[in-house]
T-cell receptor, first 112, second 114 residues
Framework: GQQLNQSPQSMFIQEGEDVSMNCTSS?????WLWYKQDPGEGPVLLIA???AGELTSNGRLTAQFGTTRKDSFLNISASIPSDVGIYFC????????????WGAGTKLIIKP | DAGVTQSPTHLIKTRGQQVTLRCSPK?????VSWYQQALGQGPQFIFQ???????QRGNFPDRFSGHQFPNYSSELNVNALLLGDSALYLC?????????????FGPGTRLTVT
């Protein structure tokens, strides 16, 4: 099935570091959603973006809807151990009628 | 406020058997979408139900079918199970009547086909 290009695939970070990840699409999206998934759980919605250029924060998380409408970015500031998990971007293009198209995920790992 | 619930949590089936998975949407939501998530991958859209009808379908064979009930809960049925159907099946609910594009997920049903 169709997927977004999400990078990096995984990240090893020190506690307290800032984290950045992004997703790109070959088609224009009208919605970008960012989710976090812990092992054995369903994805949890973190941030929803609806307009090109939109910048939205949720605590230490900040996400942006790219101006080309083909990309989105998620930043996590001052990472803490509970940030560990897999982060997914998901988008809806103009024709998908609410179907979500997903990236392959970015796995965040805290260095011991 | 109850979130999305799914049952069962885990299921083991044999090739060729049939399985039914169940989902209750978040309170107030009217739309249910089903996704299949293979290990190490993002979810893949199976189909979406609204007003008891299938509104949209992903690239899945007819062995995958569903139903939505008047109380908005939903079932996913898979016939003639294959080993490749082993995955985490996720249900997501949303509020289509409010044109909301946010989807909220349940914990999933882990299906193992042997």
């Amino acid at each position: 099935g169709q997927q977004l290009n999400q990078s990096p695939q995984s990240m090893f970070i020190q506690e307290g570091e800032d984290v950045s990840m992004n997703c790109t699409s070959s088609s224009i999206f009208n919605t970008w959603l960012w989710y976090k998934q812990d092992p054995g759980e369903g994805p949890v919605l973190l941030i929803a973006l609806y307009k090109a250029g939109e910048l939205t924060s949720n605590g230490r998380l900040t996400a942006q809807f790219g101006t080309t409408r083909k990309d989105s970015f998620l930043n996590i500031s001052a990472s803490i151990p509970s940030d560990v998990g897999i982060y997914f971007c998901a988008g809806q293009d103009l024709d998908s009628n609410y179907q979500l198209i997903w990236g392959a995920g970015t796995k965040l790992i805290i260095k011991p | 406020d109850a979130g999305v619930t799914q049952s069962p949590t885990h299921l083991i089936k044999t090739r060729g058997q049939q399985v039914t998975l169940r989902c209750s949407p978040k309170s107030g939501h009217d739309t249910v979408s089903w996704y299949q998530q293979a290990l190490g991958q993002g979810p893949q859209f199976i189909f979406q139900y609204y007003e008891e009808e299938e509104r949209q379908r992903g690239n899945f064979p007819d062995r995958f079918s569903g139903h939505q009930f008047p109380n908005y809960s939903s079932e996913l049925n898979v016939n003639a199970l294959l080993l490749g159907d082993s995955a985490l099946y996720l249900c997501a609910s949303s509020w289509l009547a409010r044109a909301s594009r946010e989807q909220y997920f349940g914990p999933g049903t882990r299906l193992t086909v042997t």
